[in-house]
């Protein structure tokens, strides 16, 4: 299996950082995302199947997700979090997160052996947003384009930052817990107008990861710039700047809602297509 051998080449960077980095991903049928009980079960299937530590079991944080987030926490399990969009959402993603270690704690297990990030989607918000803005028109609008999908990560990043400074995370931490990292996903540019590193060098706070796409990962490797920490100092903008959006119009519940939609379309989309071309493959025959 692919993903297990990508799990044996990561293994020594795994083991030099005490099981903080050196992940590999595996998702779920993302057709099982509105199912609770099937995500559960497929969920432990892949895990087993595996049979590797630093295995992350990717869910997308669906509604029906969030019980099998915790599900697959309180056994033990390693979870990406995927597709969160919205930050109530995130909230949600958080507490099903520490419920998970509660339950897994209170069953004996080694919260230290248990990893997850929160995959906070970025660019896509911008996207969406601008295309609001355009249609709405005017000055006022038009200025506040390529600002929302920032503004929306660094509170995220915020509600992290709350959470773990909680007498709720402190037990579990003196448990040996480690915290749900912040993942900045979808961090290639859509807008070619935009600087083509900017979910790289607007998202930088210590803890957190970021996925860059390959096109980013060369452009910032040429002329990216890391300038320190670029989250903290900026929540109070980022919160002013969300309330701008609803004050020209911009209906935020709506902009999330639709991205979650399109998003499980898109997973849907692809894991089908990936089907169909490992079907093609197999009848071929050896080349």
């Not at 060098?201 to 040429?222: C, H, I, Q, R, Y």
Request: charged share 25%; hydrophobic share 40%; with cysteine.
């Amino acid at each position: 299996m692919v993903v297990r051998a990508g799990c044996e080449v990561l293994r020594p960077v795994h083991d030099r950082t005490d099981g903080v980095d050196g992940k590999v991903s595996i998702e779920i049928d993302p057709r099982l995302a509105r199912d609770t009980d099937a995500t559960v079960y497929q969920t432990h299937a892949l895990w087993n199947e595996v049979g590797q530590p630093n295995l992350m079991v990717r869910i997308p944080a669906t509604v029906e997700g969030l019980p099998a987030i915790t599900a697959a926490i309180a056994r033990g399990i390693s979870v990406n979090v995927t597709l969160i969009f919205a930050l109530d959402r995130y909230r949600q993603v958080v507490n099903a997160f520490a419920t998970g270690l509660e339950q897994a704690w209170r069953a004996g297990r080694d919260l230290s052996d248990i990893h997850s990030v929160a995959s906070f989607f970025v660019s896509r918000v911008d996207t969406e947003v601008d295309r609001r803005l355009d249609a709405i028109g005017g000055e006022e609008a038009i200025a506040l384009k390529g600002r929302a999908a920032v503004a929306n990560a660094r509170l995220a990043h915020q509600i992290h930052e709350g959470f773990v400074a909680g007498p709720r995370w402190q037990r579990l931490a003196a448990d040996g817990a480690h915290p749900q990292r912040p993942l900045w996903a979808s961090t290639g540019v859509k807008d070619p107008t935009y600087p083509d590193t900017m979910y790289v060098t607007e998202l930088v706070a210590p803890g957190t990861v970021n996925t860059m796409p390959g096109g980013t990962l060369s452009a910032f490797a040429d002329h990216g710039l890391v300038k320190g920490d670029t989250v903290h100092g900026g929540y109070e903008a980022a919160r002013e700047h969300l309330d701008s959006l609803r004050h020209v119009g911009v209906n935020y519940a709506d902009v999330t809602e639709t991205l979650e939609r399109e998003g499980m379309a898109t997973f849907e989309s692809s894991w089908d297509e990936f089907g169909r071309t490992v079907a093609r493959q197999l009848e071929a025959g050896p080349s």
